[in-house]
T-cell receptor
Framework: DAKTTQPNSMESNEEEPVHLPCNHS???????IHWYRQLPSQGPEYVIH???SNVNNRMASLAIAEDRKSSTLILHRATLRDAAVYYC????????????????FGKGTKLSVKP | DSGVTQTPKHLITATGQRVTLRCSPR?????VYWYQQSLDQGLQFLIQ???????AKGNILERFSAQQFPDLHSELNLSSLELGDSALYFC??????????????FGPGTRLTVL
């Protein structure tokens, strides 16, 4: 799977927007971009995923660059509960031929939210 | 609450021993994944089962084995335990686990301490 690069840590103020970047310059045409986050002392949880177009859901927005070499997870108003490690993961569905779905986690970005 | 349950929550044992970790997936989910999270290695995929059959293997040691039962719950068996096996073990489940992406739901984890 193609590799992703994320900053080790970021800080944000409560109720302000947060933009978490992810670089994936070797992304292939069949790589989906996934974001998961891990709150302290919990298992990871799904945030959002996309292929080419920007995506929105109740938790966040995903902005994908036109060349797909980078993407940004946007939290519109950070809350203290959003303090977590955010993982950007690429998954090539074509390679796995429909039989595998495991995620390959990197080190992620540790987001701190200040009140 | 993700709907995935794991037992026990904590496990303390000695080197050389054998333990079994149990996971019950969300109702309706056919795929179960096991991940190990240690301080130095981060979150690593171990193994995936789909509807009772092994589907994918990751960085799983030969001393470790898993199975998925007809009721879809899964067990991860760790034997000849070493100090380095101390980690958080997460189970995740998804509806399928192949080409058509389904998000993975993670359990709360089992913290294993080997003394």
């Amino acid at each position: 799977d193609a590799k992703t690069t994320q900053p080790n840590s970021m800080e944000s103020n409560e109720e302000e927007p947060v933009h978490l970047p992810c670089n994936h310059s070797t992304i292939s045409g069949t790589d989906y971009i996934h974001w998961y986050r891990q709150l302290p002392s919990q298992g990871p949880e799904y945030v959002i995923h996309g292929l080419t177009s920007n995506v929105n859901n109740r938790m966040a927005s995903l902005a994908i660059a036109e060349d797909r070499k980078s993407s940004t997870l946007i939290l519109h108003r950070a809350t203290l509960r959003d303090a977590a490690v955010y993982y950007c993961i690429l998954r090539d569905v074509s390679r796995y031929g429909g039989s595998q779905g495991n995620l390959i986690f990197g080190k992620g970005t540790k987001l701190s939210v200040k009140p | 609450d993700s709907g995935v349950t794991q037992t026990p929550k904590h496990l303390i044992t000695a080197t050389g021993q054998r333990v079994t970790l149990r996971c019950s997936p969300r109702s309706g989910d056919l795929s179960v994944y096991w991940y190990q999270q240690s301080l130095d290695q981060g979150l690593q995929f171990l193994i995936q089962y789909y509807n009772g059959e092994e589907r994918a293997k990751g960085n799983i040691l030969e001393r470790f084995s898993a199975q998925q039962f007809p009721d879809l719950h899964s067990e991860l068996n760790l034997s000849s335990l070493e100090l380095g096996d101390s980690a958080l073990y997460f189970c995740a489940s998804s509806v399928s686990g192949g080409r058509n992406y389904n998000e993975q739901f993670f359990g709360p984890g089992t913290r294993l301490t080997v003394l």
